[in-house]
């Protein structure tokens, strides 16, 4: 990433949901990444901040609250099948409960080692997916795309400028 890189638009929440080993992906019915199985979450309404925005989404999209969400870091794009733009990405330990249909897809809970490496899964989550659970402090990817295909990623530190509730998300966990 060339450090003139314009600020991103960051637009969306993304939230992976844990039990033990596994992971509650949403097999999204609408585009983006339609047919493939993701995290859940979605766009930041005007106003609100990350945190928010995440908490919602997941209540919306599985009728959870996860009362212990934490910060990882940042994903951006450019030539991918959206605008350029941005998202934060968060985990939180889920209750046990089973997952179902919801209008944005099926909800399944998958082993982590298939999530970070199945073709039916969002392919950038092979990528930047392990670091979020090795503990690691929070970073940026950043995604080049072609052809529908990744072209190129990098990953670097997360930026000053990054706050997900009122604060710089880099310096807390």
């Known amino acids: 990433m060339s450090s003139a890189l314009a600020l991103p638009d960051m637009r969306y929440t993304l939230c992976f949901l844990t039990q033990g080993d596994e992971i509650l992906m949403l097999k999204r019915n609408k585009t983006p990444n339609r047919g493939l199985w993701n995290g859940v979450g979605g766009k930041l309404a005007p ?24 910060f990882h870091g940042i994903l951006t794009w450019e030539g991918y099948e959206t ?5 934060y990405i968060f985990s939180a330990l889920a209750p046990n409960a089973a997952p179902g249909v919801t209008s944005e897809g099926e909800l399944r809970w998958h082993p982590k080692e298939w999530v970070f490496s199945s073709p039916q899964v969002v392919d950038n989550i092979h990528i930047f997916g392990p670091a979020i659970y090795r ?35 880099c310096c807390g966990r």
């Open 135 to 169: 503990n690691a402090a929070p970073r940026w990817w950043h995604f080049r795309y072609a052809n529908g295909r990744i072209a190129s990623h990098e990953e670097r530190p997360l930026p000053a400028w990054v706050r997900i509730g009122g604060r710089r998300a």
């Open 47 to 70: 106003g609100e901040t990350p945190v928010d925005s995440c908490l919602r989404e997941v209540w919306e999209e599985t009728g959870y609250r996860p009362q212990n969400l934490r």
């Open 83 to 87: 605008e350029p733009g941005g998202l």
